[in-house]
């Protein structure tokens, strides 16, 4: 049987320059204390929301597949549509509220308060869910044959009841099942229901290898006509944060996992599944992480870089970060900074072999020349992300700590 890795490591380094890529509560650019030194952060959260929302020709999800994040998608996209055909509305939310109550289970607090008094079904969720198009359109067209279809309230409620018995294999289905979306993020939400599509991508919050360097940015919005009056012609003033910074950005494939979650199958069985949507996830994958910016204030600041440098690794074993390597700030003094940081990336995994030896098979992406002799091979992005999908298809060669 074809040897696979379980891991694909992605670590990269970005510059930036005079951006703000991720704010805080105040506006002011996200930063994490590491190493005696302050540094720029931009979060998971940030970065993975841009992937997940990224066109062209890197796109990891089409738009027209990508999930609803919202505590709202029962009313917005499930009931409104329905009503809007000119549908019964009490029904119509009634027939709803029981769907979701057997879709996303029923609290016992919710329960008790529909078995205590009579009031209109909430469809408003406590939490955000995930929910794919087709399991929208699924739940959309069981409402509207429902609905249309029955006659006196008797027969409705009689209806309504035997599909809830009719459809309750799939209403489990779904709960368990994860579309391309939340297969490789995860539903993203912090309650019990439909959290079982644990996300197959991990993403670290990406940070600057020296001390964060910022500068406030002191602007004006100029009034044509008071301008045009002679006048200064200030219409607004203010100021943000600018900041320039060296990102090193780690994240982790879980690669049964996201064979599990893209084919329906049980985790245990990845290796014999059909790998090939899988594979393809993560060429694409390797290629906007290495291409698409996190980043607010586009109109302002352009925030757009590609990656200096991207490295690849497939193994078996624990993943491990390469983050202590810049543990120590690389001082801000050196004009061979971004040299200086993938220097450090490939001596920091130089000292991972020296103490727990090779296990992984490695590539890398980089512009940046004279890499020492004992970097990995290199290869172009492209071909670094095909490279990858072969190994998780398996029309690559795996070699284990070659």
């Given at each position: 049987?074809?040897?696979?890795p379980r891991f694909l490591q992605i670590h990269t380094l970005t510059p930036y320059a005079g951006v703000l890529l991720n704010r805080d509560d105040i506006g002011e650019a996200k930063r994490l204390p590491l190493g005696g030194s302050m540094?720029?952060?931009?979060?998971?959260?940030?970065?993975?929301?841009?992937?997940?929302?990224?066109?062209g020709e890197w796109q990891l999800v089409p738009a027209a597949e990508r999930a609803i994040r919202s505590r709202r998608t029962f009313e917005y996209h499930v009931a409104r549509p329905l009503i809007d055909e000119g549908l019964d509305e009490?029904?119509v939310a009634e027939a709803i509220a029981a769907v979701q109550a057997e879709v996303l289970g029923e609290s016992k607090k919710a329960a008790a308060k529909k078995k205590g008094e009579e009031t209109a079904p909430d469809l408003h969720t406590?939490?955000?869910?995930?929910?794919?198009?087709?399991?929208?359109?699924?739940?959309?067209?069981?409402?509207?044959?429902?609905?249309?279809?029955?006659?006196?309230?008797?027969?409705?409620?009689?209806?309504?009841?035997?599909?809830?018995?009719?459809?309750?294999?799939?209403?489990?289905?779904?709960?368990?099942?994860?579309?391309?979306?939340?297969?490789?993020?995860?539903?993203?939400?912090?309650?019990?229901?439909?959290?079982?599509?644990?996300?197959?991508?991990?993403?670290?919050?990406?940070?600057?290898?020296?001390?964060?360097?910022?500068?406030?940015?002191?602007?004006?919005?100029?009034?044509?006509?008071?301008?045009?009056?002679?006048?200064?012609?200030?219409?607004?003033?203010?100021?943000?944060?600018?900041?320039?910074?060296?990102?090193?950005?780690?994240?982790?494939?879980?690669?049964?996992?996201?064979?599990?979650?893209?084919?329906?199958?049980?985790?245990?069985?990845?290796?014999?599944?059909?790998?090939?949507?899988?594979?393809?996830?993560?060429?694409?994958?390797?290629?906007?992480?290495?291409?698409?910016?996190?980043?607010?204030?586009?109109?302002?600041?352009?925030?757009?870089?590609?990656?200096?440098?991207?490295?690849?690794?497939?193994?078996?074993?624990?993943?491990?970060?390469?983050?202590?390597?810049?543990?120590?700030?690389?001082?801000?003094?050196?004009?061979?900074?971004?040299?200086?940081?993938?220097?450090?990336?490939?001596?920091?995994?130089?000292?991972?072999?020296?103490?727990?030896?090779?296990?992984?098979?490695?590539?890398?992406?980089?512009?940046?020349?004279?890499?020492?002799?004992?970097?990995?091979?290199?290869?172009?992005?492209?071909?670094?992300?095909?490279?990858?999908?072969?190994?998780?298809?398996?029309?690559?060669?795996?070699?284990?700590?070659?």
């Open positions: 049987m074809t040897e696979l540094r720029g952060r931009v979060s998971s959260q940030c970065q993975k929301r841009h992937w997940r929302l990224a066109a009490a029904r406590s939490q955000v869910i995930v929910l794919g198009p087709g399991e929208t359109r699924y739940i959309v067209g069981l409402v509207r044959k429902l609905v249309a279809d029955a006659g006196t309230n008797k027969d409705f409620k009689a209806a309504l009841q035997a599909l809830l018995k009719a459809e309750k294999p799939n209403f489990a289905s779904m709960r368990e099942g994860a579309g391309l979306d939340a297969a490789l993020f995860g539903r993203m939400i912090t309650g019990d229901v439909f959290a079982r599509a644990d996300a197959a991508i991990h993403v670290a919050h990406a940070f600057t290898v020296h001390a964060i360097e910022s500068e406030p940015d002191y602007f004006t919005a100029v009034d044509d006509i008071v301008a045009d009056s002679g006048e200064q012609g200030s219409g607004h003033i203010n100021t943000s944060e600018l900041t320039s910074g060296l990102y090193y950005s780690y994240v982790v494939v879980d690669v049964p996992l996201l064979v599990a979650n893209l084919q329906g199958c049980a985790a245990a069985d990845w290796a014999s599944a059909d790998r090939t949507l899988a594979g393809q996830v993560v060429e694409r994958l390797i290629g906007t992480i290495a291409t698409v910016s996190p980043g607010a204030k586009l109109g302002s600041t352009a925030p757009y870089a590609f990656a200096d440098t991207v490295l690849v690794e497939a193994g078996k074993r624990q993943p491990r970060s390469l983050a202590n390597g810049f543990y120590k700030a690389i001082g801000l003094s050196r004009n061979d900074l971004r040299e200086e940081a993938t220097a450090r990336l490939l001596d920091q995994l130089g000292r991972l072999d020296a103490m727990y030896g090779k296990a992984e098979d490695r590539r890398i992406a980089s512009q940046i020349p004279d890499l020492a002799e004992t970097a990995p091979a290199g290869l172009n992005l492209p071909a670094l992300a095909v490279w990858a999908r072969g190994l998780v298809d398996g029309t690559v060669a795996f070699a284990p700590g070659a």
